[in-house]
Structures are given as structure tokens and as C-alpha cells.
């Protein structure tokens, strides 16, 4: 089965970026998006279609894609930024969706 | 805006079938969209469990498809999730979202706050 990885967790002072990187094979043809989930809340959608970004997010909050892998980027990190962050994309046929494992961002 | 609703049993036992359904307001599911299912163990990450078009179409997660059916009820603007013969692996929090869609791929938002089932005897 189709599989897309991140790093367990990502540590960042406050002000500094964060990336969080998400790699799979079909990434070149799916498009990937990125959800932030804070303790006991549901997934909020953060950017999609790799590099945009929905309505009310915070402009720090940015994506970009290159080859197999993805990289969410988050620019003067601030402590309410501290969450699990995933990525979803689907398989090569586009129709299995699939989520990363999970990335902690820890704000130090 | 749209808002999503999960109801359903907070425990179910080994063996039978888990139900739960999802309330969506704010819009008519027979206008448009998928619908789709999420769930996450405690602890562990999101996992898709399938989706279903306003039409009826549906298609399901490869590793969960002989146990699982979505349904959609459009005059009660909701569709449904059963997972049969559930076991201590199932428990999760379940997650139901719209799924929206271009010619280049689909996403989920917005999502429902979640609820959780348990499987114990």
C-alpha cells in the first residue's frame, strides 16, 4: 500500500521557521495538503494543492513541493503554532486518499 | 458555514457492527461534494476510511473495504458509516469531512469535532 512519511517531530524556537517534510513516490503527479491538529480538536486544513492557502490561515503558513517530497514551511513560528501536522495526498490513480504519519512541531 | 456532526455508540463489543452517522448544515449534500470518513487511535495518526459522492458513489480505503459501508441519506442531509466486525484495533476517534474536489486532486475541509468509539466487551 501507498505510504507518505514525515519526520516524528520538528523542534523550533519562537520566531524561527519550521519545516516539516513529507515524502512519497507519487507526490510528483498527486497534489499534497497539510493539516494542523491540536490536542483534543479536529484536523484543520492549513494549505492545499501543495502551496495554497485556504481562507483565515496566517500568511507564516506556506507549502512547496519538489520531486518526491513536499515541505510544509511555517515562518516566525509562534507558540500557538505547537501541533501534530500531517500530509494527505492520494496514490498514483488518485483515488486512494492517504495521510503521512504525523509530524510534532514542538516550540520551544 | 458547513458544519459536521458525528453521533453514534461510544462503545461497541467485539464482533459486531459499528454506526455512525454524520449532520451536515449550512448545506445541502445533495448539491455536491464527496463526504468521507476519518479515524485516528488514540495516540497514532489519521487513517481514511472511504467516501461517498452526493450521488451514492463510493469508494473505500483497500485494507478496510470487505468490512465497510458509507451510505448517504439526502432528504435527512446526512450520510452514514458501518464498520463491521469490529475489534480492539478499531477503537478510535471517528472523523467525518466534507471532501472537496477539482480535476486535480481532493482534500478535507471542513471536519467534524470527532467522536469516540470504543471496542470492549
Known amino acids: 500500500s501507498y505510504e507518505l512519511t514525515q519526520p516524528p517531530s520538528v523542534s523550533v524556537s519562537p520566531g524561527q521557521t519550521a519545516r516539516i517534510t513529507c515524502s512519497g513516490d507519487?507526490?510528483?503527479?498527486?497534489?499534497a495538503y497539510w493539516y494542523q491538529q491540536k490536542p483534543g480538536q479536529a484536523p484543520v486544513l492549513v494549505i492545499y494543492?501543495?502551496?495554497e492557502r485556504p481562507s483565515g490561515i496566517p500568511e507564516r503558513f506556506s507549502g512547496s513541493s519538489s520531486g518526491t517530497t513536499v515541505t510544509l514551511t511555517i515562518s516566525g513560528v509562534q507558540a500557538e503554532d505547537e501541533a501534530d501536522y500531517y500530509c494527505?495526498?492520494?496514490?498514483?490513480?488518485?483515488?486512494?486518499?492517504?495521510f503521512g504519519g504525523g509530524t510534532k512541531l514542538t516550540v520551544l | 458555514q458547513v458544519q459536521l456532526q458525528e453521533s453514534g455508540p461510544g462503545l461497541v463489543k467485539p464482533s459486531e457492527t459499528l454506526s455512525l452517522t454524520c449532520a451536515v448544515s449550512?448545506?445541502?449534500?445533495?448539491?455536491?461534494?464527496?463526504w468521507g470518513w476519518i479515524r485516528q487511535p488514540p495516540g497514532k495518526g489519521l487513517e481514511w476510511i472511504g467516501s461517498?459522492?452526493?450521488?451514492?458513489?463510493?469508494y473505500y480505503n483497500p485494507s478496510l473495504k470487505s468490512r465497510v459501508t458509507i451510505s448517504v441519506d439526502t432528504s435527512k442531509n446526512q450520510f452514514s458509516l458501518k464498520l463491521s466486525s469490529v475489534t480492539a484495533a478499531d477503537t478510535a476517534v471517528y472523523y467525518c469531512?466534507?471532501?472537496?474536489?477539482?480535476?486535480?486532486?481532493?482534500?478535507?475541509?471542513?471536519w467534524g469535532q470527532g467522536t469516540l468509539v470504543t471496542v470492549s466487551s
Open positions: 461517498i459522492y452526493h450521488s451514492g458513489s463510493t
Open positions: 449550512g448545506y445541502s449534500i445533495s448539491s455536491g461534494y464527496y
Open positions: 494543492k501543495d502551496s
Open positions: 494527505q495526498s492520494a496514490d498514483s490513480s488518485g483515488t486512494y486518499k492517504v
Open positions: 469531512a466534507r471532501q472537496d474536489y477539482d480535476s486535480s486532486g481532493s482534500w478535507f475541509d471542513p
Open positions: 507519487a507526490l510528483p503527479k498527486q497534489y
